[in-house]
């Protein structure tokens, strides 16, 4: 079993820049894939970022590839998401998710509870 808490998340202006993280239990945490998705109102949950379990492999959404970036601290259990030159587009609520690699929201195991993001322009 996994547990996660998503932090960081607020308000922030358009060009700003926030960093996220994911506090992971569970002894298997350095073991697991782990990726963020998002979900705007009125919209489905989409794929942002994943990362593999030592950080080997990366992919990225096309709406913030070069702007946003995952990265992992197994021996902390954390995931984080550092996000740059953020647009009114990316507001949405984060979710941190295990045990995946994929773009679905579907192929996830374990999800965290999510932190709100809010770019005002």
């Known amino acids: 079993q996994v547990q996660l808490v998503e932090s960081g998340g607020g308000l922030v202006q358009a060009g700003g820049s926030l960093r996220l993280s994911c506090a992971a239990s569970g002894r298997t945490f350095s073991s697991l894939p782990m990726g963020w998705f998002r979900q705007a109102p009125g919209k489905e949950r989409e794929f942002v970022a994943a990362?593999?379990?030592?950080?080997?492999?990366?992919r990225y959404a096309d709406s913030v590839k070069a702007r946003f970036t995952i990265s992992r601290d197994n021996a902390k259990n954390t995931v984080y998401l550092q996000m740059n030159s953020l647009k009114p587009e990316d507001t949405a609520v984060y979710y941190c998710?295990?045990?995946?690699?994929?773009?679905?929201?579907?192929?996830?195991?374990?999800w965290g509870q999510g932190t709100q993001v809010t770019v005002s322009s």
């Open positions: 990362i593999t379990w030592n950080g080997g492999a990366i």
């Open positions: 998710a295990a045990g995946a690699w994929g773009t679905s929201h579907r192929e996830y195991a374990y």
